[in-house]
């Protein structure tokens, strides 16, 4: 099947009660703060309705002047923002959703995670019981956790009054991750993508450009929609206008049986990013 050069993706998952995810939104990981601002108002022009920001990136401020000046109810876009590891702690914890919100210039969260577990400070559980009171009282819709390996989602399990809505892990057709994501499954977690090409590696695997060849569609569409079709959600980071356009105008690309099959093939554990059974870096600077 050939790409249709018209058809933006509109896609929604239902990740807790009565909170729905754009499936495909925009990262904005390494994007300095004096440049955010204009790149997150390009996505939301283009149709962009989701942006994945964190404490840790130091550019909420700017994440939230683009939504102010979209012009978009805020109803309209979808936010997540992190907490930082050095904030970790029951009371640190909800300090600094506090400060996320100023800076963010919101009154609500859509989705907040916890960063990293963190395990060398051993503060993720009190972390998420401030999370789950941060919930009660109506601060952030929904909450999760971001580089929560298996034996944390295990533990978490047995002690959370709320299971985490999403946990957000790098994946991508070189490291699929399919024994975590299928724990995530029976637990109901659902599976968000960062990383999700790879940071670019994953374009030059044969399976991908044979696709593409076959699709008429780019590398890129093509590991997207391979991503859209397993149900993750999705959140690659770009700068670039035209990248924008081209990442959310999956929505006429259906891969076959055999194809997606080829991409899953891919799968060599390939990690690019920090471990997070031993990532322990503060997060602030």
Known sequence: MTLSPTAPLTDRLEIAPGVEIPQLGLGVFQIVPDQVQPVVEDALEVGYRHVDTAAAYNNETGVGAALRASGLDREEVFVTTKLRNGDQGHDATLQACAASLDRLGLDRIDLYLIHWPNPEAGLWQESWRALERLHAEGAVRAIGVSNFLAEHLRELADVAEILPA????????????????????????????????GQGGDLELGAVTEIAAETGATGAQVILRWHLQHGYVVIPKTTSRDRMVENLDVGGLSLTRDQMARLDALDRGHRIGNDPATFSLSQIR
């Open 166 to 197: 999403l946990n957000q892990i790098e994946l991508h057709p070189a490291h699929a991750r399919q024994d975590l994501v299928a724990l995530q499954t029976e637990l109901g977690i659902a599976v968000e993508s960062y990383s999700p090409l």
